[in-house]
């Protein structure tokens, strides 16, 4: 009797030693997925006070400076097409404003102004996809994607040939679905380029991580051009966290990270875009592990996308995704999607993303606490920071939208 039980654990054990190898298998393969509330990166409570409060406190309080125009001209990321199943609406916050955002019957994404003409009512909350349409919730009109033009009102005899809804331009590419701002309502001057990998599938999809910064949208890729910050920022190993209290603990000081970066605009016709070559290397305990070089190509195509580019001899190539998205004056969406070489274990463009994130919140902690200086106190060696705000001046015209002090915003 005593034999037979033991001959039926021995399958069971190796059955659920099988499930658990499984389950760590597919851990690993999953895609890494960080999502950051705006309250919990970058910010120090004071005993006896929360994150969230800190953060309204902080928000309240700081300095603004003198800030160029709040949103400027371009494109902008406003979901990973996976998010967007056909027949599906979500409801985004983008330049301060409601959009709705669907995927029609036909496979394409529109975005149309949330708020539908009649009444006001969302869109995006309760509407319905009716072949390229999106249906009102409240009355049942349907208003067509691609012109806005209303098709359907279910009591009236007649549609109003005024009756439309705003739509916006938007395109679909790199995994991604994105949207044209411009003051005054003119069309697209320049297109997103696509990466070829991600289209024909050779690098795929391995993870996201999304933050909310307190900060105007300029700061954000201004640090490309601060070289200067890299050494001293960015230098403590990403051992040592995210928190500036505690980065340069000893603890970790066995370990650093070397960067010698150059940044420079384009010309014509690409005059939107910016190159920053960056060459990294690590140190553990003064000796350089060539291993870990890292060639990045972080090429910026207009004011809110970068193409990180990754390329290394054992580790593979891949490309970062950062997407910059302004939600209301102060308060950016900014986030890191990977795509990587198929054949490269899951896992090592997972760390490149977790380190990536790291180093991010970093500059989070600034970005929430800092003031935006409009005319800085430089020196010669940080003449890229100059140049690069002459670049970024091409993003704004007369009538982009300025910022105006709001005392009955919301606490987080």
């Not at 400027?72 to 959009?99: A, C, H, M």
């Amino acid at each position: 009797m005593e034999l037979e039980a033991a001959s039926c654990w021995v399958p069971a054990a190796y059955l659920g030693l099988l499930l658990l190898t499984l389950c760590l298998l597919r851990l690993l393969a999953a895609p890494l997925l960080i999502l950051r509330a705006p309250h919990q990166v970058g910010y120090i409570p004071e005993p006896g006070t929360s994150k969230r409060q800190a953060a309204n406190e902080v928000r309240r309080r700081r300095k603004k400076g003198e800030l160029p125009p709040v949103y400027p001209n371009g494109w902008y990321r406003l979901l990973d097409s996976q998010q967007l199943s056909p027949g599906q609406v979500k409801n985004i916050t983008i330049f301060g404003e409601q959009v709705a955002v669907y995927r029609g019957q036909d496979g394409q994404a529109y975005v149309v102004d949330a708020y539908c003409p009649h009444l006001g009512a969302n869109l995006a909350v309760g509407g319905r996809v009716i072949g390229n349409c999106i249906e009102c919730p409240f009355h049942g009109w349907q208003f067509r994607g691609e012109d806005g033009k209303c098709i359907k009102i279910p009591y009236a005899e007649k549609v109003p040939e005024f009756a439309k809804i705003k739509t916006w331009p938007s395109c679909e590419l790199n995994c991604a679905v994105f949207v044209w701002f411009h003051c005054d309502g003119i069309d697209p001057s320049w297109s997103i380029p696509e990466q070829e990998e991600i289209q024909t599938g050779e690098w795929v999809y391995r993870g996201r991580t999304e933050h909310h910064v307190n900060c105007h949208i300029q700061e954000i890729p201004e640090n490309a051009a601060d070289i200067a910050h890299l050494s001293h920022l960015h230098t403590p190993s990403m051992l040592s966290g995210s928190d500036l209290r505690y980065t340069r603990a000893r603890l970790w000081g066995f370990a650093q990270h070397d960067w010698k970066v150059e940044w420079n605009p384009e010309s014509e016709p690409n005059k939107h875009c910016s190159s920053m070559l960056v060459n990294h290397a690590f140190y553990i305990f003064g000796r350089r592990f060539p291993l870990l070089d890292v060639h990045v190509v972080a090429r910026q195509v207009g004011p809110g996308i970068v193409y990180m580019l990754f390329n290394h001899s054992f580790l593979g190539r891949g490309v970062i995704l950062h997407c910059v998205a302004p939600v209301e004056p102060l308060l950016q969406r900014v986030t890191h999607c990977i795509y990587y070489q198929a054949n490269i274990p899951a896992i090592i463009p997972k760390f490149v993303l977790k380190a990536e994130c790291i180093q991010f919140e970093r500059d989070v902690m600034i970005w929430n606490n800092k003031k935006y200086i409009s005319k800085p106190l430089l020196v010669k060696e940080d003449s890229a920071i100059a140049r690069h705000r002459r670049w970024y001046t091409q993003f704004y015209s007369q009538n982009s939208p300025r910022f105006t002090a709001q005392h009955d915003s919301l606490d987080w």
